[in-house]
């Protein structure tokens, strides 16, 4: 019989962007909850979430991090490597979701392509070699339920950075197979977070479980995929909509 303790991350070290707050800081406290060192990575200081997890017992760091500066990617990756010697977990969190129009504003498209994708292959690049070279990565990217369904509030952009995400989920799991890393994504339907405070609120009736979802029904998800139940999982998405999809 295979061990699966409360402590199945422990001795690991996590990455996760936008780590600040919301879903990011969900899956830094599950993380950490499950034994891993964490390092929480954001543009907004990460001390609380820090602070939470350090009075919970845990191990977790801040770092200040834009995921669009390739070169600090780099950096904070190879700062994690030289502190612990390691790095296990990568999860590409950090996103932007302002509300947009089909044909909207040009500046927009660019920044939320810039920060949703790009900022999610600077992070993956930034991992690739040490993985590689460890045999071993768990990589989880965030998408949305977006990417296969659209949305009417948010811009074209953002269901095309999502698409872009979960493609890049199952190129990344084909490629890195053979060299122990997986890569998976969760694909939400509507958390509340601070993303969504200003949307309007959905029809409840809309979503088969009759609420909204919490940071914590993504991150339970997340923890899954990172840890050691799911380690013949690769190039999956899984949907995290309270059945949304089921309804669409
Ligand atoms: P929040 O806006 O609450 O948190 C996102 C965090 O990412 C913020 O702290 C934000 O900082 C940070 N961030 C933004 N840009 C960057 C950047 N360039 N570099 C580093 N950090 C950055 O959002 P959520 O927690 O709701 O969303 C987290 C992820 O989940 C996103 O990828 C989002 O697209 C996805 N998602 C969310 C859904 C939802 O309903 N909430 C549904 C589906 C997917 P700052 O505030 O300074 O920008």
Redo the contacts with the bound molecule.
Sequence with gaps: MQKRSQDALSGQVALV??????????IGLALAEAGATVYA????PCDEVVSRIVEAGGSAQGLA?????RPACAAAVEGIVAAQGRLDILV??????PPGAVAGDWGQWDRVI???VN?TQNCIAAAWDHMVSRRYGRIVL?????YYQGGVIVGTE?SA??GA?AAMTRHIARNGGQHGILCNA???????????AS?SKPDLAAIPVRRI?T?ED?AGPVRFLCGPDSSYMTGTILNVTGGIVLAA
């Design positions: 962007t936008g780590g600040a707050r919301g879903i990011g800081a969900a990575a954001d543009l907004l991090l834009d995921v669009t500066d590409c969190n950090a996103g932007i979701c810039d920060v949703n900022g965030v998408s949305s339920m977006a953002y950075s999502k995400v969760v694909a939400p339907g509507v958390i509340a977070t601070e993303m969504t949307f979802g940071a993504v």
